[in-house]
């Protein structure tokens, strides 16, 4: 996209506090789809949060799809949170899973980083914020700062583009 598209409705939100109620909100909305990409997708509070949210949607009929980082998720997305997404019927990939530590290849170096998600192709969500509780202490020297934006308008198809290309890209694989 190389020029401004006018139209669009854009919200900045701060850290997780004001990004995850505004998610879920999104998501316990949902009436056809719900596409989530994120390097991290933790087993804590904030994870099981949205996995929930996401699973309510399902069980709507919504379809339901996430991808994560492959290098992230071993971390992060743990046997049992991986379990409760399918269980519950979301379609879960991961992008670029075969890291190996002993084996370099410069081709691995490429991640999924992005935060995008689109609900409805009504609302999506663009930023920097993980799906992982949010480590903003109050006082914290220097502070740790994450953002995001909510945006409706003339972008959200473009936005549902980029992530259904890039989810048939890792189907292929």
């Known amino acids: 996209m190389d020029r401004f598209r006018p139209g669009n409705r854009i919200k900045l939100l701060r850290n997780g506090a004001e990004y995850f109620p505004a998610l879920e909100r999104a998501i316990d909305s949902a009436n056809r789809e719900v596409w989530l990409e994120s390097y991290l997708f933790a087993d804590d509070a904030s994870g099981r949060?949205?996995?929930?949210?996401?699973?309510r949607?399902?069980?709507?009929?919504?379809?339901?799809?996430v991808m994560v980082d492959g290098w992230g998720a071993k971390f992060y997305l743990t046997p049992a949170l991986e379990r409760f997404l399918r269980d519950a019927g979301i379609e879960v990939l991961k992008y670029r899973p075969e890291v190996a530590a002993w084996q370099f290849r410069s081709h691995r170096l490429r991640r999924l980083h992005r935060k995008l998600v689109h609900?409805?192709?009504?609302i999506a969500?663009?930023?920097?914020?993980?799906?992982?509780?949010?480590?903003?202490t109050p006082g914290q020297k220097p502070p740790r700062l994450d953002f995001a934006v909510s945006v409706e308008g003339p972008l959200l198809p473009l936005i549902a583009q980029t992530m259904q290309r890039v989810w048939a890209l890792v189907q292929l694989v």
């Open 49 to 55: 949060r949205i996995a929930e949210a996401m699973a």
């Open 57 to 65: 949607a399902a069980k709507r009929g919504v379809k339901v799809r």
């Open 119 to 122: 609900v409805d192709r009504r």
């Open 125 to 136: 969500f663009v930023g920097g914020i993980n799906v992982i509780d949010d480590m903003n």
